[in-house]
């Protein structure tokens, strides 16, 4: 166990990950290729992923964000349908040390 639980992960033979439990919580995970289209949680949340060449758009919970790419292919902001900008910032990789 570690700070964010008991995790276990099940894969398939492509070393695809099909569920993941979280203290027997489990989210479980559909594949159209290697890309996950759709996600289902055990509490009914359900979220649909859309590609094209990256990440085009999530929904979750009936909210739709549509995802804008920098030239080095990161994700530098989200859009709402509405329009509405919400920058993306990303976490360190590594904790870092003094």
Known sequence: MDKYG?????C????????KA???????????????????DDW???AYNVYGAALISR?????????????????TMLFSAAGEANPYRYAPATP???
């Open 59 to 75: 929904e979750l919970n009936g909210q739709k964000s549509y995802y804008f790419y920098n030239g080095h292919g990161d994700v």
């Open 96 to 98: 870092t040390t003094a």
């Open 6 to 10: 008991s995790v276990n992960a099940f």
């Open 22 to 40: 979280v203290d027997y919580i489990g989210d479980h995970y559909c594949y159209e290729y290697d890309r996950v289209v759709k996600e289902i």
């Open 44 to 46: 009914g949340m359900v």
């Open 12 to 19: 398939i033979i492509e070393g695809l990950r099909t569920t």
